[in-house]
């Protein structure tokens, strides 16, 4: 039951997660092909709430779920990760009690460290943990917002590194993949960027893949990123989503950051995701 509801969409119901964070979408069936009316409303909220959470799913069959990825635009390949066999465009997200590490356990944009970072990424979760294995996101148009404008004057016209070397090298090693020759993306991105569908302005630097802002001394860059990275992490600015088995998130990655808690050791948790290429930022 769908208890406060945006008006705005005619063909799906969406509930807001937060005042300026997030919605849950109901009416919706993932496990099929949507109608274009479906579609246009889902763009809408996607836009307008940042990241969307697909309540009362069924499993969404492998080809259902790329092709409404393909919906918003082309895939993205990952740099580093196994995907599922027999379907290149699905990264599948797994930990139980073999594992070392779990993905996404870091605040981030997914692969920012790409020239071109993903626009959006659609998981869908299968097997839950109990209790726990929550993700959290947060705002960055807010973040952005929320600074005093002498701050805004000195980010507004820097450029960060984002390098993925650190994070991806071995780091599928126990999922049989061997990364050996393999150069891992570097790229530089302003600090802050503005959203290529909205006009808004967001901060775009994350503890993950940003190393350095490149006009600061290393001093003055790890003070500035430091203070960016508290910033963007208020929790006036986060949400934290609890998924039930087979809900579906969809995030902006072009305006909010998310990160994966991995509290529910030795349990397993499996979900597949779909990632969707974006554009150089600006
Ligand atoms: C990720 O894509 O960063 C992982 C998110 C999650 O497992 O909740």
Not at 19 to 47: H, T
Not at 49 to 75: C, S, T, W, Y
Not at 143 to 158: D, H, M
Request: aromatic share 10%; glycine share 6%.
């Amino acid at each position: 039951m769908v208890k406060v509801r945006d008006h705005k969409y005619q063909f799906i119901s969406a509930r807001p997660f937060a005042p300026n964070l997030g919605a849950e979408i109901y009416d919706v069936d993932l496990s099929k092909k949507i109608s274009d009316e479906q579609f246009s409303d889902i763009a809408q909220a996607f836009l307008d709430h940042q990241v969307l959470f697909f309540k009362n799913q069924k499993e969404i069959p492998p080809d259902v779920h790329i092709a409404f990825g393909k919906r918003f635009g082309e895939l993205h390949a990952h740099p580093a990760a196994p995907t599922m066999k027999g379907y290149p465009e699905i990264f599948e997200i797994h930990a139980d009690k073999n594992s070392k590490v779990a993905n996404g356990e870091f605040w981030h944009s997914d692969v920012s460290c790409d020239d071109e970072p993903p626009l959006g990424t659609m998981l869908q979760i299968h097997i839950a943990p109990d209790c726990g294995g929550d993700t959290m996101f947060c705002d960055m148009y807010a973040a952005y917002e929320a600074l005093s404008n002498p701050i805004k004057e000195l980010i507004g016209g820097l450029t960060a590194t984002h390098e993925s070397e650190h994070l991806y090298r071995g780091r599928y090693s126990d999922r049989g993949m061997d990364d050996t020759g393999t150069i891992f993306p570097t790229a530089v991105h302003p600090v802050v960027r503005t959203h290529p569908e909205t006009g808004r302005k967001a901060l775009f630097v994350n503890r993950t893949f940003t190393t350095r802002i490149n006009e600061l001394s290393v001093d003055e860059s790890n003070v500035v990123l430091n203070l960016l990275f508290d910033q963007a992490e208020h929790i006036n600015h986060q949400i934290r989503f609890n998924w039930s088995i087979n809900d579906m998130a969809f995030w902006d990655n072009r305006c909010c950051m998310h990160r994966a808690i991995w509290d529910y050791w030795p349990e397993e948790r499996k979900g597949r995701r779909v990632t969707i290429k974006g554009d150089r930022p600006k």
